[in-house]
């Protein structure tokens, strides 16, 4: 089985942005691999998507960088979204 540039590229542009944003944000928390998980699966759509449009100037190789990182910042944004619009923790259903 031979491992393609692809997915290993956007583990790392999606850690750097993931880091990035973290750094940028001053916190981490419990949501941290959900992030880094999001940043990567975003660049990997990026690069997916920016190869089937072609009009990505920056590439490493076949890697579509530009593509994947806005589709990395925008995994990001969903995951900041969903974590202002979900719960927030246990509630005491006792009352």
Known sequence: ?????????AAFLGGF?????????GRGGAELFI???AAGLG????DATGGRLGIDPLRIGDF??????IVAWAGLAFVEVMSILGPTGATDERQ
């Open 1 to 9: 089985m031979v491992l393609g540039t692809a997915p290993i590229l």
């Open 17 to 25: 942005h993931a880091s990035l944003y973290l750094f940028w944000r």
């Open 43 to 46: 660049a990997w759509a990026g």
């Open 64 to 69: 579509h960088v530009i593509a994947a990182s």
């Open 35 to 37: 992030y880094f998980l």
